[in-house]
């Protein structure tokens, strides 16, 4: 299993960008796709996520109404919709999938990040 988060980079404060992660090895449609982010000096938190089936979606308080993950199944793939970026998400992403039937607290399996900086 392999999964390949990109899309990351440099925007200025009130930009946009899109993440994707590319998974492999593993049927998509049976897992539950989520971002997460680590910033310097502090510790991982979930950003956002999307269920398998009808792909409803949980964002945190912090991002909720700018950031979005969404899904495309057939192109296994997921996405992170980030739209008015701030200084406060520059951090590094990462994507990670769990099955849908797990009774785990953790993901499965994680793909290695993405830099994200927001700066002017």
């Known amino acids: 299993v392999q999964l390949q988060a990109s899309g990351g980079g440099l925007v200025q404060p009130g930009g946009s960008l899109r993440l994707s992660c590319e998974v492999s090895?593993?049927?998509?449609?049976?897992?539950?796709i989520a971002w997460f982010r680590q910033a310097p000096g502090k510790e991982r938190e979930g950003v956002s996520c999307?269920?398998?089936?009808?792909?409803?979606?949980d964002s945190a308080e912090s991002v909720k109404g700018r950031f979005i993950a969404s899904r495309d199944d057939a192109k296994k793939m997921g996405y992170l919709e980030m739209v008015s970026l701030r200084p406060e998400d520059t951090a590094v992403y990462y994507c990670?999938?769990?099955?849908?039937?797990?009774?785990?607290?953790?993901?499965?399996?994680w793909g290695h990040g993405t830099l994200v900086t927001v700066s002017s």
């Open positions: 090895g593993l049927s998509l449609q049976y897992y539950h």
């Open positions: 990670a999938v769990k099955y849908f039937a797990s009774t785990s607290n953790g993901y499965d399996y």
């Open positions: 999307v269920r398998p089936g009808r792909g409803g979606t």
